[in-house]
């Protein structure tokens, strides 16, 4: 695909209204993550505060990705992402007002871990309802170069974001959620402008076989099924996210730019290799090359959980990155390829709680593992973890390994 071929995607208005949508959500996450990230540790000094956070975040996608599916196949999703946009800006806003207020305090976290819990929920209805609506806004053959081009604009959010959130603490410690607030606000307005509709389903009743068809659907797919689960564990247990603060201020004896600067390396490479997926997309081998990112993954995680200055650690994030997003662009379109468009919403509901909210989980084990032997040692098992669960299941899924295209 020559390079003028893969910006042919944004011909469509639609398309370009949702990526800005995206962006600026995905971006006002960010900030707003890193924010509370670092106030937490500064205020608690203690990692296992910081795998609350993940675990609040996780906890509302397990019971919610059982209605989150369903409603994205049978409502509005524009009007999903609109609605849990606002509730994100409203979160950030009180967030604001705790801080403002003194809130902060050692032993008194109970209101900022439950306004993660709303930010979560808002999410579990708001990524399978994205990812759904997605496949609506342009032609199924452009669809691998939109998957690869709205996981490049998510990336410049995620690295943008911890970036920005680095420099308005700097500037004060309320300043990132004014800014995140606004960056939910404008989301919301984008999300307003999209036309598109997708093709009218039948219209469903919410039983239970219907809210579980997601998880039969994938359980009857093993390519999908092989997919979804390798990035299930992989995160889960080689996700060092959670414990960047503690890296950023007792290892590389940083501040805040530190984490910032840390927290954006892994989506720099991210974005590096999405830009060349989206003009070179991948046109053989495509199972093989998942696995091979995978160990790629963990081996990155090692070397940085080894280091002792943040620049090498930086490379190996960077590296990191790139690495997981070939994978993370291969998985999406397998996924979309072989899912029927009423299904998606609910299929795609299933892959958010078992891939992003393994991030979460994932963030609760790493800060839980971590206060009883420590940061590094737990980043080094979570890279181990990666590289045997890539090995592990090139043996139990041989289609997906073989895969030779999307």
């Not at 809210?211 to 299930?232: M, N, R």
């Not at 940061?375 to 030779?404: D, H, K, N």
Request: net charge positive.
């Amino acid at each position: 695909m020559s390079g003028a071929r893969g910006w042919a995607v944004f011909r469509f208005h639609d398309y370009r209204a949702f990526v800005l949508c995206r962006f600026l959500w995905t971006l006002g996450l960010q900030m707003q993550n890193v924010a509370v990230a670092w106030l937490v540790y500064v205020v608690t000094k203690d990692p296992f505060a910081l795998g609350l956070i993940g675990l609040c975040a996780f906890i509302p996608s397990v019971p919610l990705s059982l209605v989150t599916g369903p409603a994205a196949d049978r409502y509005d999703r524009r009007w999903i992402i609109i609605l849990s946009c606002a509730l994100m800006s409203l979160c950030a806003g009180a967030l604001f007002w705790l801080i403002l207020n003194g809130s902060l305090e050692p032993g008194h976290m109970l209101p900022v871990y439950t306004t993660i819990v709303l930010v979560g929920s808002a999410r579990a209805f708001a990524n399978p309802a994205g990812q759904a609506l997605m496949s609506n806004l342009v032609p199924d053959e452009e669809y691998p170069s939109a998957v690869a081009w709205n996981n490049s604009t998510n990336q410049m959010a995620n690295v943008s974001g911890p970036a920005i959130g680095g420099l308005l603490l700097a500037v004060d410690t309320m300043v990132p959620f004014v800014v995140s607030a606004i960056c939910f606000g404008l989301a919301v307005i984008f999300a307003l402008i999209i036309k598109a509709r997708p093709p009218r389903a039948e219209k469903i009743r919410a039983t239970w076989s219907v809210i579980v068809a997601g998880y039969k659907f994938i359980w009857s797919q093993p390519v999908i099924l092989g997919a979804i689960t390798l990035d299930l564990v992989a995160v889960l247990l080689g996700g060092a996210t959670a414990l960047l603060p503690v890296f950023a201020k007792d290892i590389f004896l940083t501040d805040a730019w530190g984490l910032g600067l840390l927290r954006s390396m892994s989506s720099v490479g991210s974005i590096g290799a999405a830009l060349v997926l989206a003009n070179y997309p991948l046109r053989a081998h495509v199972g093989r090359t998942m696995f091979v990112c995978v160990i790629i993954y963990g081996l990155c995680t090692i070397g940085f959980g080894l280091s002792t200055n943040i620049v090498p650690a930086a490379i190996f994030l960077l590296v990191l990155g790139a690495a997981d997003m070939v994978s993370v662009v291969i998985r999406q379109s397998l996924i979309q390829a072989e899912t029927p468009n009423e299904m998606r919403g609910r299929v795609m509901a299933v892959h958010t709680i078992l891939t992003g909210t393994s991030n979460q989980f994932g963030e609760f084990e790493s800060g839980t593992l971590a206060a009883f032997i420590g940061a590094v040692p737990t980043v080094i098992f979570g890279g181990a973890s990666a590289i045997a669960a890539s090995l592990l299941w090139m043996r139990m899924f041989p289609g997906l390994r073989e895969r030779q295209k999307i």
